[in-house]
């Protein structure tokens, strides 16, 4: 069992930069592959950006490329999401999610814990 709990979201205007943080329980995070995904009012849940569980591979949406760079602590239990060059469209709730499959998935079904969400909004 993993608990997840982001945090660090909040206002910002566009072309500013937010860095989100998810922490961890248990002792198992690093065996687990981790994404962050999110989710705008009335759109589906979208995939972000994912990283292996050695930290050694990582993975993002076309959207995000190039602006948010995700990595992760296992020796604090932490990933974290770095978003610069903010856009109002990158407006949504974000999440990060815990996968315990032998690959590392863009699909939401594959990821196995979530946590709550953070509101990250981005003013024009």
């Known amino acids: 069992q993993v608990q997840l709990v982001e945090s660090g979201g909040g206002l910002v205007q566009a072309g500013g930069s937010l860095r989100l943080s998810c922490a961890a329980s248990?002792?198992?995070?690093?065996?687990?592959?981790m994404g962050w995904f999110r989710q705008a009012p009335g759109k589906e849940r979208e995939f972000v950006a994912a990283?292996?569980?050695?930290?050694?591979?990582?993975y993002y949406a076309d959207s995000v490329k190039g602006r948010f760079t995700i990595s992760r602590d296992n020796a604090w239990n932490t990933v974290y999401l770095q978003m610069n060059t903010l856009k109002p469209e990158d407006t949504a709730v974000y999440y990060c999610?815990?996968?315990?499959?032998?690959?590392?998935?863009?699909?939401?079904?594959?990821?196995?814990?979530w946590g709550q969400g953070t509101q990250v909004t981005v003013s024009s």
């Open positions: 999610a815990a996968d315990r499959t032998g690959s590392v998935s863009r699909q939401t079904y594959d990821y196995d814990y």
């Open positions: 248990g002792r198992t995070f690093s065996r687990y592959h």
């Open positions: 990283i292996s569980w050695t930290g050694g591979s990582t």
